[in-house]
């Protein structure tokens, strides 16, 4: 396996657009999620080699079942691109999961993987090269420009002022200024007003081409697949609220340093998992770091650019939207119609090279058995009915992954693996299911519902190590080929 | 430097070079919100400074080898 290969398990199309979206919200995490998302996979390529878990049923079917909610991930981006061009969201899922299905059981997709993975950066680089030269301006002077603006506000081209623009995803829009949005296909809208001691919550059902007259300080929730319009120089609702908030994110504080470093374990832990130990060494082995840099790098640039020349392509929370609407805005819609176009193959190419790399994956652990991928891709394209929110399936998946897969992996014996696995399964599952356990306790425990890997894979690490101590079963076998 | 001996310090760099970004952005005064050359230390940080430091480190003990 080469570190290419061993990449492309890490480089779901999910974990790209989240940052690229999460960039142009100005999200306070962004900066390190981008780097947690780069550093983790190289982490993995240089950590010790590590045991098969096919010895161990609980890491197989954690495995499985990790492998199916980072896959769900990805098939919500399918869901949002269906939304998006007014379609059913279940028929995106059905595509993207016929194609995870299929693809990665057809003979030398295997052997293609690296090549497709590397047209895939190429197709997710152009267009960004093609919006740099027309703007004129390099990543950081778009983010220096971005850093200005006095007010982030719906410009004249926007597709959300002219003719109006889709949810792919249920939205709560807070507004700071008034606005008057007009509704372009008919529904209910749910309007919170908050300019007194009790809010009052009221419900509109309006036809197409009715308008909503909001104040400040209320809030629209918007159901999936609603079309609305904007008007021009109105402050974008839920944005920040000038360039330099965007650029500061003045929410950061020292209390999310837990948050923090929940996600950064989760990262690290679920890497650890799911990226292979790479065979090949020499130069060749220079590829596999040099993509997962040019992939994030990617990701932030294109976050960087949306947010400078479009900052409404965060509105509705659609990880696609920026990638999808960026070209035109800033080239112009001829141009920009088949750079997004570029953008999309790009997409489409990175989830069929994850799949072909999570199913290579699934069967060093589970087995080689066509049936068992069938099983985790319907399993994720039921989990998308589940959860609509990408972020939260992938760090789920790769928080399960960390707590019950990693501890089998570094086990040194197979008791101590199994034992790792089944601490690290409980504590994992106990820690995610306390909002349906104990709501109450939930609230308190508010991190490490978030976060369940930060204290499950703690724990199942020190199960195994303490287990591999006792029993001495020595050091963990060196089988370069087998994780 | 053994090859074991190698792997973890790189590994151990990395981490440091990770946790660096969370602090330089939540530590009290916000450090990470001086600007360098119109842009945020935190940026130049996350974006450029550690990403291109991760990266040398991991292909220089991967181009080395050796298990």
């Not at chain 1, 070209?327 to 141009?335: C, D, E, K, L, N």
């Amino acid at each position: 396996m080469t570190t290419l290969a061993a990449a492309a398990v890490w480089l779901q199309p999910v974990l790209l657009t989240v940052l690229v979206l999460r960039v142009t919200a100005g999200d306070a995490e962004a900066p390190w999620l981008a780097l947690g998302a780069l550093i983790a996979p190289l982490v993995a390529l240089l950590a010790p080699t590590r045991r098969p878990a096919d010895t161990n049923p609980v890491a197989a079917a954690a495995a499985a079942i990790a492998v199916a909610l980072v896959l769900a991930a990805d098939f919500v981006l399918a869901a949002d691109a269906a939304a998006l061009l007014g379609g059913a969201p279940w028929l995106g899922v059905m595509l993207a999961a016929a194609l995870a299905l299929l693809v990665p059981l057809l003979p030398a997709t295997r052997r293609l993987g690296p090549p497709v993975l590397a047209l895939a950066a190429v197709a997710l680089l152009l267009p960004l090269a093609a919006v740099a030269l027309r703007t004129g301006a390099a990543p950081w002077t778009a983010w220096s420009q971005g850093g200005l603006r006095a007010a982030l506000t719906f410009p004249e081209t926007s597709g959300w002022v002219r003719n109006g623009e889709r949810f792919a995803r249920a939205a709560r829009l807070t507004f700071i200024e008034g606005q008057r949005v007009t509704t372009l296909n008919a529904g209910v809208f749910r309007v919170t007003e908050r300019d007194a001691t009790t809010p009052t919550v009221r419900e509109w059902r309006l036809a197409a081409g009715e308008a909503l007259t909001l104040r400040p300080g209320d809030e629209l929730a918007v159901e999936v697949g609603s079309r609305l319009r904007f008007e021009a120089g109105r402050r974008v609702p839920g944005a920040p609220a000038s360039g330099i908030a965007w650029a500061d994110a003045p929410a950061r504080g020292p209390w999310m340093l837990p948050g923090a470093i929940g996600a950064l374990a989760t990262l690290v832990g679920g890497a650890l998992a799911l990226v292979p130990a790479p065979r090949r060494r020499g130069p060749p082995a220079a590829m596999g770091p040099l993509a997962l840099m040019a992939a994030v790098a990617s990701a932030i640039a294109w976050g960087v650019y949306a947010a400078a020349a479009a900052p409404d392509l965060a509105l509705g929370g659609s990880p696609l939207t920026p990638l999808l609407r960026l070209p035109s805005r800033a080239v112009g819609p001829r141009t920009g119609g088949t750079l997004a176009l570029l953008a999309v193959v790009a997409v489409v190419l990175l989830l069929v090279t994850a799949a072909v790399a999570l199913r290579e994956r699934l069967a060093t652990t589970a087995g080689p058995r066509p049936a068992y991928w069938a099983v985790a891709v319907g399993l994720a394209a039921l989990l998308t009915a589940w959860s609509p929110d990408p972020w939260r399936l992938l760090v789920l998946g790769l928080g399960l992954a960390a707590a019950v897969w990693a501890p089998a992996l570094h086990a040194a014996g197979r008791t101590a693996a199994l034992v790792g696995s089944i601490v690290g399964a409980c504590v994992f599952l106990t820690l995610a299911g306390l909002p349906v356990l104990a709501p109450g306790a939930a609230v308190w425990l508010a991190m490490l519902v978030r976060y369940p890997a930060l204290a499950a894979m703690p724990l199942g690490w020190a199960a195994a190590q303490a287990l591999g101590e006792t029993t001495g079963t020595g050091a963990p076998r060196a089988r370069p080929d087998a994780r | 430097m053994s090859v074991p001996r190698r792997r973890r310090t790189a590994i151990a760099a990395l981490l440091v070079l990770l946790v660096g970004a969370p602090l330089l952005a939540l530590a009290p005064a916000a450090p990470g919100a001086v600007r360098v050359a119109g842009v945020s230390l935190l940026w130049w940080y996350a974006g450029v400074v550690a990403p291109l430091l991760a990266t040398g480190i991991a292909i220089a003990v991967l181009v080395r080898g050796g298990e």
